[in-house]
């Protein structure tokens, strides 16, 4: 019986120290989107990341209704910033016309929109230790 308990105990804090280890979920929303067409791509970055190309976790999800939704796991406890585009043509980029606008919309977390590129100090956001949802206006 004293084999079995600490059987179960070992078994228990093993469980406990791998579910420490899961990470932070962030759940990420648009539901601005002026058109179904293509599918819309978010980026999770750091600050030495940001707007410096892919992130530290990428993913897209289909439009339905103007609204997409995707969700980033086992995000560790920091500092970040998502970065969201509708990729209307699905060419896996950001268009931009002659002048450097861009043709696509686009948003990121806090929804600070400004004349010029994204800064990451008006995006950033910190995980701790609870799972998180935002919501990106385009």
Same mark, same amino acid.
Request: hydrophobic share 40%.
């Given at each position: 019986?004293?084999?079995?308990?600490l059987?179960?105990?070992? %078994?228990? =804090?093993i469980?406990?120290?791998?579910a420490q280890d899961?990470g932070?979920?962030?759940t990420v929303t %648009?539901?601005?989107? #002026? =058109?179904d067409?293509?599918?819309? $791509?978010?980026s999770?970055? #750091?600050?030495? #990341?940001?707007? &410096?190309g892919?992130?530290? *976790? @990428?993913a $897209?999800? $289909?439009?339905k209704d103007?609204k997409a939704t !995707?969700?980033? #796991?086992?995000v560790k406890?920091? +500092?970040?910033? !998502?970065i969201?585009m509708?990729?209307?043509n699905e060419n896996g980029?950001?268009?931009? &016309? /002659?002048?450097? *606008?861009?043709l /696509? @919309?686009?948003?990121? $977390?806090?929804? !600070? *929109? +400004?004349?010029?590129?994204?800064?990451?100090?008006d995006a950033?956001f910190k995980?701790g230790?609870?799972?998180l /949802?935002?919501?990106l &206006?385009?």
């Amino acid at each position: 019986m004293k084999n079995l308990i600490l059987t179960f105990a070992l %078994v228990a =804090s093993i469980g406990l120290g791998f579910a420490q280890d899961q990470g932070i979920t962030i759940t990420v929303t %648009v539901d601005n989107l #002026t =058109s179904d067409e293509g599918k819309a $791509s978010f980026s999770l970055h #750091t600050a030495d #990341t940001f707007m &410096r190309g892919p992130g530290l *976790m @990428n993913a $897209s999800a $289909s439009i339905k209704d103007g609204k997409a939704t !995707v969700t980033f #796991t086992n995000v560790k406890p920091g +500092e970040y910033a !998502v970065i969201g585009m509708h990729d209307a043509n699905e060419n896996g980029k950001m268009d931009f &016309r /002659e002048n450097g *606008m861009p043709l /696509e @919309n686009y948003g990121t $977390s806090n929804n !600070v *929109m +400004e004349f010029g590129p994204p800064q990451y100090d008006d995006a950033k956001f910190k995980v701790g230790d609870q799972d998180l /949802e935002l919501n990106l &206006r385009f």
